[in-house]
């Protein structure tokens, strides 16, 4: 009963310094997603993974890279950390394969709160 | 491009109703969300709504559906002080499949 879990819960970083937050799902999803989370801003898009090897930008991708490993895992890479990264991050997953039957319900994990000083 | 608008705090009393609104850019959307989000905590599916609907009705949950003027809300009654929280309208980004945009969330918060 896992669903999806995102580690790390917490992490401080300082400016320049690199990190990975890392999403496992366990409900053999095909689509992977990370948004971030900011006050007043709602929800953003940074990638998306519609399956294993395929990945795009969302809204806002600057600064950050992904890797889908396997169907389960799907990683967000922070090279160079800086302020405007701190946030909270989501990942997400869902069924969905075809676009266009059936709602595309979104499963989320509990957010990584990131602090870049 | 796509732009899902909502207020930012709704505040009501235990019992009384609550109205939370939304607008939404894409005409084409097959569904509409709704998402709860309770403190410290990822997002949840609370309800959706197929675009041929107008409403839908879930217990005390109610989602109303103007396509005409792309509004949506959600009606919460006789609510209670667990329903507070922040709730997120999301619509599918225009041809593209899965991916979700979301508004800025509507933070609810119930007075006993």
């Known amino acids: 009963n896992a669903g999806v879990t995102q580690t790390p819960k917490f992490q401080v970083l300082k400016t320049g310094q690199s990190m990975t937050l890392q999403c496992a799902q366990d409900?053999?999803?095909?689509?992977m997603y990370w948004y971030r989370q900011d006050p007043g801003m709602g929800l953003r898009l940074i990638y998306y993974?519609?399956?294993?090897?395929?990945?795009d930008k969302g809204e806002v991708p600057n600064g950050y890279n992904v890797s889908r490993l396997n169907k389960r895992e799907f990683s967000l890479r922070l090279e160079s950390a800086a302020p405007s990264q701190t946030s909270v991050y989501f990942c997400?997953?869902?069924?969905?394969?075809?676009?266009?039957?059936?709602?595309?319900?979104?499963?989320f994990g509990a957010g990584s709160r990131l602090t870049v000083l | 491009g796509e732009d899902v608008e909502q207020s930012l705090f709704l505040s009501v009393r235990e019992g009384d109703s609550s109205v939370i609104n939304c607008t939404y850019t894409?005409?084409?959307?097959?569904?509409l969300y709704w998402y709860k989000q309770e403190p410290g905590a990822g997002l949840q599916l609370l309800t959706y709504?197929?675009?041929?609907?107008d409403m839908k009705q879930d217990q005390r949950l109610t989602v109303l559906l103007n396509k005409k003027d792309k509004h949506l809300s959600l009606r919460i009654a006789d609510t209670q002080t667990g329903d507070s929280a922040i709730y997120f309208c999301?619509?599918?980004?225009?041809?593209?499949?899965?991916?979700?945009?979301f508004g800025q969330g509507t933070e609810l918060s119930v007075k006993p």
């Open positions: 997400a997953s869902s069924r969905d394969r075809a676009l266009s039957s059936g709602a595309n319900v979104l499963t």
């Open positions: 409900m053999n999803h095909n689509s």
């Open positions: 993974s519609a399956s294993e090897g395929t990945t």
């Open positions: 894409d005409s084409s959307s097959t569904y």
């Open positions: 709504i197929f675009s041929n609907m």
């Open positions: 999301a619509e599918p980004l225009y041809n593209q499949g899965g991916k979700l945009i």
